[in-house]
């Protein structure tokens, strides 16, 4: 295949008109000893149908959540996409757009963003929130950079609760960055307070949890607030936005900065991505925040209109002395959560999240009542759960597979501490006969 | 374009309007507070809007009137490589197998995504010249980030503390710059020779034990390709720094020219501008990050590998830097970026790159009587101008950008890079007609002209398009950053 459009004909004329020779010329910059002097060892080129026939192929090879039904969570969730979202989302004009530089061609994207922004600190009780960052977990890790540089500390404090992906990831950063991670651990599944009583102090910058946590668990944000804030420090919160239609917003109960994962918000599971972090902060923090905001302002006619703002805190102004490297939003994926919680709106939003707690509930006492689970702890949860399964999870998982079901997932490499871990989230795309062939398949297997 | 101004979501809102998307409960109807406590429970509604789906249809149709994609036209923007998006890689990447697999299934269930990931890092091992690649980073400063991570990982793994200097060119990308600040290090600028390139003796003065390495685009952010890149290599490794190289600008060189072969230690690619997946108006993109071999071991972890038939995840990598985001990266628009490979196959992709540096060096001879060229020599990918001629009759590189977009494009990337006065930088990229570029051009001396005769038509632009000249002043000094409800 090719997409250039030029035929040879027109290239030599284009070439005669510059002066050159051959394009071979035109490369003349490249000294001899570092030009490639064999063919890429790459195969191809496939034509459009051979191209279509092979990833159909590959794709076949990979077993999907339409043919399977899942239980499987832990910071990728199988919500239901409404049709709007991705028809809408295939508008050219939005997908090949790039960054709104040029705001009087981009208000499409501009206007989306503002929408965004709005919703988002609706959700979470904030007063600003930037245009997104690459994922739930890159956002905790820049909100920890963020709480360090306002506070003039140096040290972060993760609750063991948060998603140990999310954890690696604050780990690295700041690791390089030069700032300390400390972990607090945890008690019946939450944050143990008294444990981050005694480990908090004068370097801490901020606390980290996240709620509902990685266990599913319902973090109590209104005490830790309480604690961060007595030592002068933030509190960050990273949580899951459907389940702020049913919850408390963060900023109502002490959260100076809030992140989360928006894959929920109309993105698929994509095999873990592309997704989005969202990011919100107390308006004190506005400057400090990384990556694009979008604000509104007035064209030359008075007009209404939206741009790219308060750049002077990003990397093509300010170079080192930026508040983050990030250049690019996450734009379409911010894109299908406005669409998805425009569609979804006030009562559609409800509904999933008391659909996926009601449904997981359901789960939870089933299983339980097979009597092949303890529970971890007893705190309370919205849709993710944590067992302890007295067989062979692997085992079990395996029988699921045969079955056509996705089990959950099994917990003791991050946790060996719950030994036979099992961690099942129920979405309210799960129905009660799904749930119950959960159950008989677990009965089953043993 | 669309001109009618747009209601916000939130003004569209009737109370009472809803769609149903979702089923009835099936399970049973506990009480919420019996599942969660009062105290963790919201008081009253969330506020979001109200609407019905063709009300939310009609919104989202009519802001996408307001925008310009490159399937509108031609979209010269400069290191951004606007190229076309192939339709057949949007929908490959749509495909249930790819769409609708979650991260942690079972390898034997994802064989076809790890052989995805696998085959991908091979190819571009080869396009570069690398020996080991990570798809790991979302972006190209994520990639950035995680490489510089690796020089750093690297020195302080073999015992070299004191390596804590990155050098960047002063015509690098802000990204640049910013990702070295990002891992801890202290940034040194080097400054360009009269041809555009790296002064030499600027550089070898830099150097010391205290350079970690440099990070250079080459091309360079003036479209230039720097002849000295033998010795530049030769003094930063004598130094003992590393070499990085900002694939911002691989276009102008696949199938030509291999940065594992100029001597780079680390590479980023952005699969969004090179290998075609679609900006999304600004993301997803993404930022593979490749090495050569002594530094593989400290790639991001997992990495993908292959035994006796099986593609499995190496999280066994105990010098690697750590995680750097969830999961895998955007494994999505990998997906589109395999397709584009192989679809090109080796003679494509050199092909690309071909015709990307005639179309550029086309425009750039057609257009230097009337723009004041500044490196006035063969050009890659890319060429940039100075407006200071049209300057001198009271018309700035943004008038010419805004006139543009009364003609039907998108104007080319501006003030950048930051060497040039009045810089404007045209990368009209490989899958553009030379109907389009005649056009451009034509339409470009038009604007030269109207800068010298009515300046007013400048001054005044853009008039075709949704909205005028916006108040940036106005947007930073007072920021409304959301909706309130008035």
Not at chain 1, 15 to 24: M, N, R
Not at chain 1, 252 to 262: F, H, N, P, Q, S
Not at chain 2, 138 to 163: F, Q, S, T, V
Not at chain 2, 301 to 326: A, Q
Request: some cysteine; proline content about 5%.
């Amino acid at each position: 295949m090719s997409y250039i459009p030029t035929t040879d004909e027109q290239q030599q004329k284009m070439l005669a008109d510059i002066g050159a020779g051959s394009i071979d010329e035109l490369f003349a910059d490249i000294p001899e000893s570092v030009k490639l002097k064999n063919k890429l060892n790459i195969p191809g080129a496939m034509s459009e149908m051979e191209l279509a026939a092979h990833m159909r192929e590959l794709a076949g090879k990979n077993i999907n959540l339409d043919e399977f039904t899942c239980f499987l969570g832990a910071g990728a969730y199988d919500h239901y996409i409404p049709s709007v979202v991705t028809n809408l989302l295939s508008r050219q004009e939005f997908y090949t757009a790039y960054t709104p530089y040029q705001p009087e061609i981009s208000q499409g994207t501009l206007q989306a963003i503002f929408e965004y922004q709005t919703m988002i600190c609706s959700l979470t009780g904030m007063d600003v929130s930037n245009a997104s960052l690459y994922d739930g977990a890159t956002a905790l890790a820049e909100a920890a950079s963020m709480a360090c540089e306002a506070t003039r500390r140096n040290e972060v404090i993760a609750i063991r609760s948060i998603h140990p992906e999310s954890r690696e990831v604050v780990s690295t950063y700041t690791k390089f960055k030069g700032m300390t991670l400390k972990e607090c651990g945890i008690k019946n599944g939450v944050a143990d307070l008294n444990s981050l009583k005694e480990m908090i102090n004068g370097n801490t910058a901020a606390v980290l949890v996240q709620s509902p946590n990685f266990f599913g668990a319902i973090e109590n944000i209104k005490e830790i607030a309480e604690i961060a804030h007595e030592n002068k420090s933030l509190l960050v919160v990273s949580c899951d936005p459907i389940s702020l239609a049913l919850l408390k917003a963060p900023g109502d109960i002490g959260a100076d900065i809030v992140v989360g994962e928006g894959q929920v918000l109309g993105n698929p599971v994509g095999f873990g991505g592309p997704y989005l972090g969202f990011m919100a902060a107390k308006k004190e923090f506005t400057r400090r925040m990384p990556g694009r905001i979008v604000g509104e302002t007035v064209d030359r006619s008075g007009k209404r209109g939206y741009v790219l703002t308060l750049q002077t805190r990003e990397q093509h102004i300010r170079r080192e002395k930026a508040t983050s490297n990030i250049c690019s939003n996450q734009a379409l994926n911010a894109l299908a959560a406005t669409i998805y919680l425009s569609v979804m709106g006030k009562k559609g939003l409800k509904k999933a999240a008391e659909l996926s707690l009601r449904k997981a509930h359901y789960a939870y006492k089933k299983l339980m009542e097979t009597g092949l689970f303890s529970p971890a702890f007893d705190s309370p949860f919205f849709k993710e759960f944590l067992l302890i399964y007295h067989g062979d999870v692997e085992k079990l998982n395996e029988h699921l597979l045969e079955r056509k079901i996705i089990g959950g997932l099994s917990t003791d490499k991050y946790y060996p501490e719950f030994r036979g871990g099992y961690l099942v989230a129920v979405t309210e795309k799960r129905t009660k006969e799904d749930i119950d062939r959960l159950v008989s398949e677990v009965i089953s297997a043993c | 374009m669309l001109k009618k101004e747009e209601n916000l979501i939130f003004e569209l809102s009737v109370p009472g309007r809803s769609t149903n998307l979702l089923p009835e409960c099936d399970v049973d109807e506990t009480e919420i507070s019996e599942m969660i406590p009062l105290s963790f429970l919201r008081e009253g509604e969330i506020d979001l809007p109200e609407l019905g789906e063709v009300d939310v249809v009609r919104h989202f149709t009519h802001l996408s009137q307001k925008n310009y994609g490159v399937d509108s036209g031609f979209y010269p923007l400069g290191s951004c490589t606007m190229k076309y998006n192939p339709k057949i890689n949007e929908e490959v990447s749509k495909l249930d197998g790819f769409m609708k697999v979650h991260p942690y299934q079972p390898e034997k269930t994802v064989q076809g995504c790890l052989e995805l990931l696998y085959k991908t890092d091979k190819f571009l091992s080869e396009i570069t010249g690398m020996d080991r690649f990570s798809l790991q980073p979302a972006a190209g400063a994520h990639g950035e980030m995680a490489g510089l991570m690796i020089i750093k990982a690297y020195h302080e793994h073999n015992g070299d503390y004191k390596r804590t200097k990155i050098i960047v060119p002063d015509s690098a990308h802000g990204t640049n710059p910013a990702s070295a600040a990002a891992v801890g290090f202290n940034v040194v600028e080097v400054k360009s020779n009269d041809r555009g390139g790296i002064d030499i003796d600027a550089l070898k003065d830099l150097m010391d034990d205290e350079i970690a390495g440099l990070m250079l685009t080459n091309p360079n952010t003036l479209g230039l390709f720097d002849e000295n890149i033998d010795i530049i290599a030769q003094i930063v490794h004598e130094a003992g720094g590393l070499l990085y190289y900002d694939g911002a600008n691989a276009n102008a060189i696949i199938g030509i020219s291999r940065p594992g072969d100029m001597g780079f230690d680390v590479v980023h690619l952005n699969l969004h501008k090179t290998f075609s997946t679609p900006h999304g108006g600004g993301g997803p993109g993404s930022g593979p990050v490749g090495v050569k071999r002594q530094l593989v071991p400290f790639l991001p972890k997992p990495v993908v590998e292959y035994d006796n038939g099986r593609y499995y995840f190496d999280n066994d990598r105990p010098l690697s830097i750590g995680k750097i985001k969830s999961f895998y990266g955007n494994f999505l628009v990998v997906v589109k970026a395999y397709a584009y490979i192989l679809s090109l196959g080796a003679e494509g992709l050199k092909k690309v790159s071909e015709a990307a540096v005639l179309n550029a060096n086309y425009i750039k001879e057609k257009l230097k009587k009337y723009f004041h060229l500044p490196y006035d020599r063969t050009c890659m990918h890319e060429v940039v101008f100075s407006g200071q001629w049209q300057k001198e009759y009271g018309v700035s590189t943004l008038d010419i950008a805004k006139r543009l977009l009364d003609f039907g494009y998108h104007p080319p990337t501006i003030y950048f890079p930051l060497i040039v006065r009045e810089a404007f930088m045209v990368e009209p990229t490989e899958t553009e007609s030379k109907e389009t570029l005649d056009e451009f051009i034509n339409t470009m001396i038009e604007i030269a002209n109207e800068a010298e005769k009515e300046t007013e038509k400048l001054h005044n632009a853009p008039l075709n398009t949704p909205v005028q000249r916006l108040d940036e002043a106005k947007a930073a000094r007072s920021p409304v950053l959301k909706y309130e409800r008035r």
